[in-house]
């Protein structure tokens, strides 16, 4: 097992400035400063800190017979399995690697009956994560909900554990749940080194900000997504996808799991893309061949759903100033995208932190590159889905339909999408809001869900127990492990003083048993942020993370690895510029739009 990695060779140093920031009464949390300059100031040195005692390793990788050197393919290219990523470690973030863990290994324990079911998780999604009123996050619209569901199919898939290997989670009498008790397939172990209170566990996606979720992980997955010819993807004659040929109703795809008519959209949107940057490449390169420029785009377009997470998405939910500059500042820097445009990619200055990370150094401070499990735990957020959609006319403005989530989802996803035109799908995704990430708001739909195989699912009630059964620190500890305020009560996680109450009352009194998702969802947020800041700080010391690590987002994104063409595609690309160019019918919906993630105009 490695150990943490250490900032500037020991954590000495970090405990010496934080005892001297106490004596000057400088330990603040960062919304509380005065100026913008000392807030952004503040989030670097939180930054500092978690990369210093927040990455931890993980035992029990399986053994790999890899060459003792890269095939050439692995030099220029992305390899299907996300292998060779890293040159002197192979393996390192391929798919079927370990998730790693942000807290010391030595503190976490994956729980067992009765601790599992303490307080019961079915109680705790009913009774606190359940939405009782529909609460939107006017800022945003359902695109954005949409985008972090396709984002997450590409980072993380623990995979499905076996039919008969089952967590039995016991129900009240009254409960409605058609079967008692409720079962749960158990998360499937990649390891369970001796000495340790909680398995390894697998990811059967790359770790990689690869795109993987539209292109496939490994190789017989993405050579059924490839037409072999040009390049470019599989789609029909109609530009829409074509249909799965195991499960009806689903997109063929590179991720299908938990499919919808949202993610649907994004799926065929960059398959479109990647279809035309394979045209671009073609005519400026035209002695190129298939394998290629199929190669190339995919470089380019994995580099560039990297860039609109991170400088449109993630701004769109964390548009307080200090985080939101500080987003854009991980991909172009100080100087801003204005030196792109100026210096080409040219780095005015090799400093990731003027000129920016893209293209910048390779550093997994001193950590094997890896997602980790409280990463994911920090993701869960299905309390953006609403539960009620409406669907428009984009000439119109007029209501075609009203229907709910489980309509517009899992096998009848294709159907319900072959009602309309692509441009009005996209045009009431574009003007509708998605739900707040807070308590009392979690889609009812989703905790009587119905999964592409026909299990019936409560999602709720599953993500309070997959953070218990994988050793997720419960609330106040893992604010503990991230060195943030502990609460005392149950009025120090919220003002709202009905969840407060209604908190006590599930947990009997004992915060410290409080989950992360219930805590998170329950905290008072940070006007112009869109959830917790207990979450916000995984994202702060992960989001720099997935691009500082990644060898074709750093040291090899330049145009001689991928082409002026792929290099200046990714760079001069926005959202907006990908939807209008595949359905420029929505330019009166985004003319003036700032982000295409937040409300768009309505056609009236």
């Known amino acids: 097992m490695r150990a943490p990695v250490v900032l500037r060779g020991e954590n000495v140093v970090l405990d010496k400035i934080e005892d001297a920031l106490k004596k000057a009464g400088l ?5 509380k400063y005065p100026t913008q300059a000392l807030q952004m100031a503040k989030l670097y040195y939180d930054r500092e800190s978690l990369r210093a005692r927040n990455l931890f390793d993980t035992p029990g990788e399986p053994q790999h017979d890899f060459p003792a050197d890269p095939p050439p393919e692995a030099l220029r290219a992305r390899m299907p399995d996300g292998s060779w990523n890293d040159l002197s470690d192979p393996a390192m973030g391929m798919a079927g690697s370990r998730f790693g863990r942000n807290f010391p290994l030595d503190g976490l324990e994956a729980e067992q009956p009765p601790r599992l079911f303490t307080p019961s998780p079915r109680v705790v999604a009913r009774e606190l994560l359940q939405r009782d009123v529909f609460k939107p996050a006017t800022t945003l619209n359902t695109l954005a909900a949409a985008w972090i569901q396709f984002e997450n199919h590409n980072w993380f898939f623990h995979g499905r554990g076996e039919p008969d290997d089952l967590i039995e989670v016991p129900l009240a009498a009254d409960d409605p749940w058609p079967e008692h008790p409720m079962t749960i397939r158990r998360t499937p172990e990649l390891a369970r080194p001796e000495g340790m209170r909680c398995p390894v566990f697998r990811n059967e996606e790359t770790h990689w900000w690869d795109a993987s979720q539209v292109y496939g992980s490994g190789d017989d997955k993405q050579a059924a997504m490839r037409t072999f010819e040009d390049g470019k993807l599989q789609i029909g004659a109609d530009r829409r996808l074509l249909e799965n040929s195991e499960y009806a109703g689903i997109d063929h795809t590179g991720m299908f799991q938990n499919y919808w008519t949202g993610v649907s959209l994004l799926h065929t949107l960059f398959t479109l893309e990647h279809n035309a940057l394979c045209d671009a490449l073609k005519k400026a390169y035209p002695d190129l061949g298939d394998q290629r420029l199929f190669e190339l785009g995919w470089l ?5 759903i990297a860039k609109i997470h991170l400088v449109e ?61 409280e990463f994911v735990s920090v993701y869960r957020m299905h309390a953006l889905i609403p539960d009620e959609w409406k669907f428009y006319s984009l000439k119109t403005g007029d209501m075609i339909k009203e229907v709910e989530f489980t309509e517009i989802q899992g096998k009848y996803t294709r159907g319900f999408m072959d009602e ?15 739900g707040a990430i807070c308590l009392k708001n979690y889609p009812k739909t989703l905790m009587n869900f119905e999964r592409i195989d026909g ?16 050793g997720v620190p419960r609330y106040t500890k893992f604010r503990k492990g991230l060195r943030m305020p502990v609460p005392k009560t149950f009025g120090d996680i919220t003002s709202n003083k009905q969840w407060a109450r209604q908190m006590q009352e599930v947990y009997d009194n004992k915060i410290d048993d ?17 959830f917790s800041d207990t979450a916000t700080r995984i994202f702060l010391l992960m989001a720099a993370r997935r691009v500082n690590s990644d060898r074709f987002l750093t040291t090899d994104m330049r145009p001689e690895v991928y082409t002026q063409v792929g290099y200046d595609w990714v760079q001069k690309t926005t959202m907006t510029d990908i939807l209008l160019r595949h359905y420029p019918e929505l330019a009166p919906a985004l003319s003036g739009v700032a982000n295409p993630f937040g409300p768009w105009n309505a056609v009236r």
Do not use: C
């Open 300 to 304: 380019a377009i994995s580099a560039l």
């Open 514 to 530: 409080v989950d992360p998702i219930v805590g998170m969802y329950a905290e008072d947020i940070i006007p112009g942020q869109g």
């Open 455 to 470: 299990e019936l699912t409560d999602l709720a009630t599953l993500d309070v127990v997959r953070d218990r059964e994988r």
């Open 313 to 373: 998405w993630t701004p769109g939910i964390l548009s307080h100033p200090a985080t939101a500059w500080g987003l854009v500042n991980t991909w172009w820097g100080l100087t801003g995208e204005e030196a792109y445009q100026r210096f080409g990619n040219a780095r005015p200055v090799n400093s990731d932190f003027i000129s920016g990370q893209a293209g910048g150094k390779h550093d997994h401070f001193g950590v094997p590159f890896q997602f980790t499990e």
């Open 27 to 31: 330990t603040r949390e960062w919304d």
């Open 420 to 434: 309309f035109s692509m441009p009005d799908l996209f045009y009431s995704f574009g003007v509708q809001h998605p």
